[in-house]
Each structure stands twice: as C-alpha cells, then as structure tokens.
C-alpha cells in the first residue's frame, strides 16, 4: 500500500513533443505528490508538486494532472527540449499525518528527447 | 553555496570496513533526512531527524547504519561492517518543518564496496 507504480521505465520523445509520465498510488493518506528531475552524478531536484485538493497544476512547460479518484497523476513536459533529458521520479508522502516529508518515490523514467 | 552539501561525493571501501558520510543541510533547515539510492531505482526512506532528535527509522536501516545530529546543524551516516549490497547513493535532503515547504537533496555520496 505504500507503493507508488511509475511508468514508463524509459521515454524517448523528438524535440518539442510532449513528454508525459504515469503515477499511480494506493494509499489514500498520501497528501502531497512532488516530481523529481535527477541528472546523472547529482541528487534529485524538485520540479513541481501538486496536493490532492487541485486536479491541475502547471509551472512553464511542466504541469501534474492529479486524479484523485482514480488515484493516479501524471508529469506532462510540454515542448520538449534535449536539455530535459533526465531521470524523473514521482513521489509521495503523508504530511498531514507524519508532519514530514518522507518520501515514497516512484522506480524513475529514463526521459531522452532527441534533438 | 548554499545547498545542502554531502562529503565525499564517492567512497570506494573494502568489505567489513566501517565508513562515515557527512551531510551539511541548508543552515535554517530543522528537518534532515538520509535516502539510499540504488542503481536504476528511486530513493528510499532511511531515517529522519527533527534538529537533532531522531525520529523515525525505515526497517531498511539495519544495526549496523547509524545517524546522528548532534547539534541539530549536520548529520553524519555511518555504516560499520559494509557489505556489497550497501553499495548505493546515499542521499541527504534538508527542509523547514510546515506545510508547503520543499525538501531539497544533496548532490548524494556514492558508496562503492569491494
């Protein structure tokens, strides 16, 4: 139940497409839901995050759609660029409970964007 | 830099030998927490403190893993004994307590057992 299923394993997508990654949850206490870029050699960055009470949320190129009945949400990489060409993970956590950020990441998505 | 900041960046051991990570958070950050890493997997929870009270442990920090924060200010991680399977990133992340804050990450130390 503290699983968080993240697909697909690897993404190849042509300069200016659209990049869209898959994360499901089953815990239903989780109450906030961060993704990470992580480029080789370094820690995770933080991209965007969304909580459960807004089903979109968008920051430039980057936008989380959250379903929360289905318990899924989704990184969407509008336009592209070789430049994102990262490892993205999902996360989540229950801070409402655990008043802490202990993170439940996803197994990561190996995005490459061809130039 | 005002980053959270993990010495070494790699550390390459001999199994049964005992080694110490550090980590410095960001300065005003009262929350610290420690992630392993392993190759092609997403990081998972180890241990976390608030200043310097440990708070929770994962199952996955066994005897022989222990942290502290003696001041509330770094963290250091020491593993006695390593084994092969301790090899692994090992990730620092530092946040404010409250709500809508961002945890950030060290740039991790890559431990290598021989």
């Known amino acids: 139940q503290q699983q968080v299923k993240q697909s697909p394993q690897s993404l190849i997508v042509q300069k200016g497409g659209i990049s869209i990654i898959n994360c499901a949850y089953e815990?239903?206490?989780?109450?906030?839901f961060p993704w990470y870029q992580q480029f080789p050699g370094k820690g995770p960055a933080l991209l965007i995050a969304?909580?459960?009470?807004?089903s979109e949320k968008k920051e430039g190129r980057f936008t989380i759609s959250f379903n929360k009945s289905a318990k899924q949400f989704s990184l969407h990489i509008m336009d592209s660029q070789p430049g994102d060409s990262a490892t993205y993970f999902c996360?989540?956590?229950?801070?409402?409970?655990?008043?802490?950020?202990?993170?439940?990441f996803g197994t990561g998505t190996r995005l490459k964007v061809l130039a | 830099d005002t980053g959270v900041s993990q010495d070494p960046r790699h550390k390459i051991t001999k199994r049964g030998q005992n080694v110490t990570f550090r980590c410095d958070p960001i300065?005003?950050?009262?929350?610290l927490y420690w992630y392993r890493q392993t190759l092609g997997q997403g990081p998972e929870f180890l241990t976390y403190?608030?200043?310097?009270?440990?708070?929770?442990k994962s199952r996955l920090l066994s005897d022989r893993f222990s942290a502290e924060r003696p001041k509330g200010s770094f963290s250091t991680l020491e593993i006695q004994r390593t084994e092969q399977g301790d090899s692994a990133m090992y990730l620092c992340?530092?946040?404010?307590?409250?709500?809508?804050?961002?945890?950030?990450f060290g740039q991790g130390t890559r431990l290598t057992v021989v």
């Open positions: 969304i909580r459960p009470d807004v």
């Open positions: 992340a530092s946040s404010f307590g409250g709500i809508d804050t961002e945890a950030f």
């Open positions: 996360a989540a956590s229950n801070f409402a409970t655990s008043g802490t950020y202990k993170y439940i």
């Open positions: 300065s005003e950050h009262n929350r």
């Open positions: 815990n239903t206490a989780f109450d906030y």
């Open positions: 403190f608030q200043n310097e009270a440990q708070l929770e």
